[in-house]
């Protein structure tokens, strides 16, 4: 993990760091076959910045619950409309370059608040 880089970091960058943090520790989900990506378990705390540059802009923390090369899921306390926009961070980052952009694609209601499943919105490669 490169938490205190100078440089600004791409976003993919970002996310191999997380999906390294992972793994880690824990072994894949193995329930989670039919998707793209493989899913790693991943309870990191995450500053979230809800709808940024808006009007409605606000910041949440949320919990993870896991992670693969297209995006997240994770926990928070309210739901989250279908498309919004998100920026995702580690909790209390200091580096402004750290921010990965993602959009809600689902979010339903669990036990804990909402879990909401998020795609990374990273640059096309051309």
């Not at 991943?42 to 979230?48: E, N």
């Not at 919004?84 to 580096?95: N, Q």
């Not at 402004?96 to 499943?117: F, H, L, N």
Request: aromatic share 6%.
């Amino acid at each position: 993990m490169s938490r205190g880089q100078s440089t600004p970091a791409k976003p993919a960058e970002v996310i191999a760091d997380w999906l390294a943090d992972a793994a880690a520790p824990h072994a894949a989900d193995k329930s989670l076959v039919r998707r793209k990506s493989l899913r790693h378990a991943w309870p990191a705390p995450l500053d979230v910045i809800i709808s940024p540059r808006t009007v409605w802009e606000q910041c949440i923390s949320a919990t993870g619950i896991n992670v693969s090369e297209g995006g997240m899921g994770l926990l928070v306390g309210h739901a989250l409309p279908i498309g919004t926009t998100l920026l995702l961070r580690y909790a209390g980052e200091d580096d402004e370059s750290r921010w990965v952009r993602a959009e809600v694609m689902y979010s339903k209601r669990s036990i804990d608040g909402y879990q909401v499943g998020a795609r990374f919105e990273l640059p096309r490669v051309t």
